[in-house]
Nanobody
């Protein structure tokens, strides 16, 4: 069982920055593929970025050059640095861990960008 706790969401002005954090339980965190998803009102949940245990990264086109995913295996934590935020980035952001073929989810953290 993996538990994920997100933090760092909030209200930010257009062009601003936020850093989301996700702390994970489990002694083999370094083996997990970690990801951030987001879900805007009335829309499906979508992948924002994923970082694999070997460090390779996948980022969705709409956030490339603005968002950066990273991980600190010593702290069992994954981060999402979000710069140049836009109103269309407004959503609930969810942390995801893939371990042994199972998906685990955090409770989500709200990010609201106003113009």
């Amino acid at each position: 069982q993996v538990q994920l706790v997100e933090s760092g969401g909030g209200l930010v002005q257009f062009g601003g920055s936020l850093r989301l954090s996700c702390a994970a339980s489990g002694s083999i965190f370094s083996r997990y593929a970690m990801a951030w998803y987001r879900q805007a009102p009335g829309k499906q949940r979508e992948l924002v970025a994923r970082i694999f245990s070997v460090g390779s990264i996948v980022t969705t086109d709409s956030v490339k050059g603005r968002f950066t995913i990273s991980r600190d295996d010593a702290k069992n934590t994954v981060y999402l640095q979000m710069n140049s935020l836009k109103p269309e980035d407004t959503a609930v952001y969810f942390c995801n861990a893939q371990a042994n073929g199972i998906n685990y989810w955090g409770q989500g953290t709200q990010v609201t960008v106003f113009s």
